[in-house]
């Protein structure tokens, strides 16, 4: 029997490891149940070259808790240790390891920092237990047993004992303040969400926990669309099934494998950012992805695999890392080439399935350079009349050059958010040959904003900005039937509504157009709609009141009827009325102007009784 010194110069280092970690106990599993994954991985290397000689059976991890003596024990029929590998990597190595570790971090206060990105290694153990035992019998045939035991101070025992089969078993007799860690539904917990994929069996209670060759470790040709699908069901279980996926697999100059899924996002954008789990040789490690996945990635769902990703440092440092950048763009790119391929390859299911790609596609244009360039190719936009149509950017340029060029050269993008509210602006602007694209989700107004100084060839104007013969300014003037004595009083007439941010305009437009037409300037509505989806710093838009113009269409037949009359009075109610009409076809007379506008069209309709 030895008894020694643990060679640290900390007093005792434990107490001070566990106030670090404190709201992470939990990956003392994770770090025991990997290092018996690794002792029988290095068994199977040992026997595969040959080194090995002995029966290597069927390996596998088992967990055991005994409540009564408090015991947690983690068993594996790996390589084992010898004493000398014992006192070697339990006592210098995996101790030194905890000095360095505190070296590393002293003074830090911050210890989330750490948690959960330091490969605690053996010694997280001593978070949970007041006294961890190791009884491990070597692979190599003539050493004997040992038997290890420590009790969180520096000083532990090592001696002979007897132990029949090959393989580790580590004793944690867990500490007071751990006991939660002494109940099987907790135990089970953990290890399905650290060992759901490790690739040695891990049993507990007589059950095999995991999968030990997941989906995302196959070739890609070996798989099947079943498979994927069947994967992203164990991923998660409630989910609807995905729309399609890319298998990430790269080994150089980094190594990384993995499966993303694209889930379908309905509009309502109750979209789920913690969707991606990150692993590290099939153990998991974190779902929190958001340094090392761009940012509108986090949309898809899945499993990343790489032991190349830093675990051991914070999350600032893990920012600025090159493999991850590298990884970071690599991910980018998988994906612009994925849309790009089905896009060419099936353009109706792409269609098809552009609700949903679409919000990513968006959102990854707005903030990637690389990613919006390919995306020029593939974003297609739905015409708001022939639903199912779609055209490119390419395509609607073609399709509208002609039409929709204005007097400064560029192209004018018309759109629609809603089809019901907008519809006689869109049949306006339909009966003028223009074509009208629908973009109604929460990234349009944000995203055309984004685009349009990209683009500078575009300039989108929703189909409401202006009447249609102002959409697309063309500097034409049209002609009014009206004498001008005619238009100065009917716009003496107009001038009269007591209405704030309006602003009145005559013009001779078609006879069977409206006689007042109601738009919002495309700038300020487009501002207010980013504001109402919070924006950031728009917040100053959404109290701005609304702007309103209003346009008379002289050559509407109404207008010589109305001037006609000579009863100020009654041209006056009846010019209010045409107005009142207007606004409220678009939803924006409300409150005592309904009221008014109620009661003058009763008053103008008896007075026509009487006549
Ligand atoms: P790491 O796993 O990063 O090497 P650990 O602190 O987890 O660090 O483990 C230290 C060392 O102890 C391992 O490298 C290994 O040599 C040895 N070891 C730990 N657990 C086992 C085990 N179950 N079987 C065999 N060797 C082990
Ligand atoms: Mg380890």
Redesign the pocket.
Known sequence: MQKGAIRVQTENIFPIIKKFLYSDHEIFIR??V???V??TQ?LKTLASVGEFKGELGTPEITVKLDKENKTLT?S?M????TAE?VDK??NQ??FS?AEEFLNKYKGQTDGANIIGHF?????SSFMVSNQVE?F?KSHKAEAPAVRWECDGSPEYVLEETTKESR??D?VLHINEESEEFLDEHRIQTMLEKFCKFLPVPVKFADKQLNNTSPAWTKKPSDLTPEDYQNFYKELYPYAEAPLFWIHLNVDYPFNLTGILYFPKISKSFEVQKDKISLYSNQVFVTDEVKDIVPEFLMLLHGVIDSPDIPLNVSRSYLQGDPNVKKISSYITKKVADKLDEIFRNDRKSFEEKWESIGLFAKYGMMTDDKFSEKGNKFLIMEDITEPGKFYTLEEYKQETTALQTNKDGKLVVLYATNAVQQDSYIQAAKNKGYKIVKLDTIVDAAFINNMEPRWDSMQFTRVDADIADNLVDKDEKSESVLSTDQETKLKELFEHIPQQHVKVELKGLSADAQPVIVTRPEFMRRMKDMAAVGGSGMSWYANMPDEINMTINANHPIYLQILDENDNDKQQKQVRNLADLALLSQNLLTGADLTAFVNRSVELMSAEKKN
């Open positions: 770090e025991l990997s290092n018996a690794d002792a290095k983690i594996d790996g390589v084992g240790m590998e990597y339990i190595v995996a390891g490969g605690l290694g053996f010694y190791i491990t393989g580790t580590i």
